[in-house]
Every structure is written in C-alpha cells, then in structure tokens.
C-alpha cells in the first residue's frame, strides 16, 4: 500500500484544525449558498444567521471570515457581508484556472494514492451516480463531487497547487454548473469520474490527467454560457 506523503494534509486532520462549532455554521451558510437559499448577492446578517442556525453570533462570524477566504462571500468593514455574484466571465475563469491547474494535480497525486483512498473515490463514483439516477439532488451531488476531487487535491504533494484549486473550487458554481447540464452531460460527466476511478487503480498518472482535463473542460463549456450561478 502507498504510503501519504507527509505535506499532504489528512482528511481527518482538516477536520479537526477547525471548531466543531465553526464547522456546523460553516457547513450550513455553505450549503445554503451552495444550493441558492442564499441567492448571489444576498446580504448575510449575523444575527438573522444565528437564529435560523441556532448558534450564537461567534461561530456565524468565523464561517462567514472562511466563506469570505474561500471567495464565496465579500465582507466590507461599512457594509458586512454579501455573497458573491459570478459573472458568466466569472465561472469561465475559474475552470480556466482548474483546466490549467487540476490535471497537473491529478497527474502528480495518482502515485500518492493509497488503496483506501481509490476505494473511497470508487465509492463516490458510484453514490454519484446513484443520486443521478435518482433525479438528481444538485446539492448533494457537489458534496459528493467536492469529496472526490478533494482527494486529489489533498494527495497531490505540491502545497501550492493545491491551495491555488482549493481557491476556485466554488460549490455555488459546481451546482449550478450541474443543474445546467442535459441528462447526456450528466452522463458523461459520471463516466468521467469512473474512468479517474480506473486511472487511480491502475496508478496511471497520465491517464488520469487526460481524462481530469476533459472533465473540467466539458464542464466549463456547459458553464460558459450559463447566467450567474443564483
């Protein structure tokens, strides 16, 4: 079994760099913005968040701070917090920017891989394409897709490349991206995911590359004309 390159951050050990409190409020406004609840250019008010969340103002603040980081919210000191708008030039940028970026990850993380780790991205895939085949929960379709582009970003050894796609992996614009996509698209895009799967086994960087960059590119077209994710 391969072993986890030691700058490679764990899964679990992301986990538990942040607060339990900071997660459940991170992870409920993201999803919110994720799945449009909170529509492009909404205004978030901390105290109107903690009481539909049930949490004090503290653990609202940090999220929005990381939500902020993570480019998914802009925070001015007058105005407070508003969730971001992406152009349809927006969301081209950045699948420009993983295009250019995310192969090069996939192709230097594939020899990282460890056997739990293609097991756990087999069994992405494979959820994936059951909730495709189920009608399709946008929403839980990009956590599952974040999941399993995030192992390879997280094994791909090279801190830089990683944290520049940890920048423009955007959950709003990957569902929205996904609602775009015809039943054929979304097909195509599961294959995609089973084919990386295949490459990961088979430790075959290249292929793996190759088949990442038509991935990102067949999902940048279906963005490419799509108005802004809402």
């Known amino acids: 079994m391969n072993s986890t390159p030691s700058d490679a951050p764990s899964r679990d050990a992301a986990a538990r760099a942040v607060p339990d409190r900071d997660v459940s409020a991170y992870g409920q406004v993201r999803a ?10 909404a205004w978030l008010r901390e105290t109107t968040l903690a009481d539909r969340i049930g949490v004090s103002r503290t653990p609202i603040r940090e999220a929005l701070n990381r939500l902020a980081a993570e480019g998914l919210v802009d925070l001015s000191r ?5 969730v971001v708008d992406f152009s349809t030039e ?21 020899p990282h891989l460890t056997d739990d780790d293609v097991a756990e991205l087999a069994s992405l895939s494979v959820r994936m394409e059951a909730v495709v085949a189920n009608g399709g929960d946008m929403d839980g379709l990009s956590a599952l897709n974040a ?17 520049a796609l940890q920048a423009v992996m955007r959950p709003a614009v990957v569902a929205h991206t996904f609602r775009k996509y015809s039943e054929a698209a979304l097909r195509r ?8 799967v295949a ?15 038509t991935h990102i590119l067949a999902a940048r077209n279906a963005a490419g004309d799509a108005p802004s994710p809402r």
């Open 78 to 82: 007058n105005k407070g917090a508003q």
């Open 189 to 196: 895009s599961m294959q995609h995911h089973a084919e990386l």
């Open 90 to 110: 927006d969301v081209a940028g950045l699948y420009d920017v993983r295009s250019g970026f995310e192969p090069h990850a996939v192709r230097l993380s594939v």
């Open 147 to 163: 999941a399993f582009h995030g192992i390879f970003i997280e094994r791909c050894g090279n801190r830089h490349v990683a944290t």
């Open 199 to 213: 490459a990961a086994d088979a430790r075959d960087g290249e292929w793996a590359e190759a088949v990442m960059r």
């Open 32 to 41: 919110m913005i994720a799945s449009g609840e909170l529509a492009a250019g």
